[in-house]
């Protein structure tokens, strides 16, 4: 599919409103209405969620394609929205508009392209149940930075869920980041710039496979090197993980936040250092936004807030 993103969304949108439909109707599976949607304003709202989609996709995946798009976009786009703060409500209504989504490309494809091209986005029921879990969302917004990031992570059970949880506070890393490392992303040490000290220098594999670094303390760095040399790789079980976050928290008697939490106390960490510098507000939040892999400032002051 060729056309803007703000175009692309509207051919599918044309695709699933039934002006007057009933609820009957599209909730009957052998009805032309089956699955439709009725509602002007919901429309809209659905609309505005594609184009948003449809331009992450473009900006980190390189896809400008919306029918080539899936599952693992859907992933990273969902869990992009969850760092930035979202609430448990809005996280939902993204759910809902991504299986409108599915069910959209499935009719544009069968009925312009004459292709009965296979699209399964069901990865967002395993995102919102874990997210609800875990306390990755919350009912309304507040910051989310542990009090002291230290302490959770000395207390954790597991050695192995120990570094990981340094590798996301200190170098502001996501999970995704943190559960897979290999001996080639271990790239020795560097001074950083900001704070003059040398630290550990770990290649992550962003979206769309782009590579970034993060920095790390040469303590967590040298762990995560031994390990890697006697076991060839760093790998840990992400839920298996998330449990130990939120045991630790109940354990402690700390508000649970999920391993995210742990880059909102990066972020908050990081401009400090930036600040200390010399460098102004606006400067100090687009480079931590960068840091972060964020490519807006935006999303990144949500962790500044509250």
């Known amino acids: 599919m060729r056309g803007s993103p703000e175009y692309q969304a509207s051919l599918l949108i044309r695709k699933l409103f039934r002006e007057g439909s009933k609820k009957i109707e599209r909730t009957d599976p052998t009805h032309q209405h089956y699955q439709k949607l009725s509602s ?50 809005y996280l939902e209504r993204l759910s809902s508009a991504i299986g409108k989504f599915e069910i959209a490309l499935k009719q544009f494809m069968r009925e312009e392209i004459g292709e009965n091209r296979h699209y399964d986005f069901s990865i967002r029921f395993a995102i919102v149940n874990e997210a609800r879990r875990t306390g990755m969302v919350v009912d309304n917004y507040h910051n989310r930075a542990y009090k002291n990031p230290q302490q959770l992570i000395d207390s954790l059970s597991n050695p192995l869920h120990k570094i990981a949880a340094f590798v996301e506070y200190e170098g502001g890393a996501r999970i995704s980041a943190t559960t897979l490392i290999k001996l080639d992303q271990l790239l020795g040490y560097s001074v950083d710039p900001i704070i003059g000290i040398e630290r550990g220098l770990i290649m992550t594999r962003e979206k769309g496979g782009i590579r970034k670094e993060v920095m790390v303390s040469i303590e967590t760095y040298d762990q995560l090197k031994r390990h890697v040399d006697v076991n060839g790789l760093f790998k840990i079980d992400r839920q298996q993980y998330m449990k130990d976050i939120r045991d630790t928290c109940k354990r402690l008697d700390i508000k649970p936040e999920g391993s995210h939490g742990l880059r909102w106390s990066y972020a908050k960490r990081r401009m400090m250092e930036y600040s200390r510098a010399g460098y102004t507000y606006e400067q100090s939040l687009q480079a931590v936004s960068w840091e972060m892999k964020h490519n807006r400032a935006n999303i990144t002051e949500h962790y500044l807030g509250g």
């Open 40 to 89: 002007y304003n919901t429309a809209d709202t659905y609309k505005n969620t594609l184009i948003n989609l449809i331009y992450f996709a473009k900006d980190n995946w390189k896809i400008k394609d919306c029918t080539k798009i899936n599952s693992d976009v859907i992933e990273d786009y969902l869990y992009e929205k969850i760092d930035s703060g979202i609430s448990q409500q």
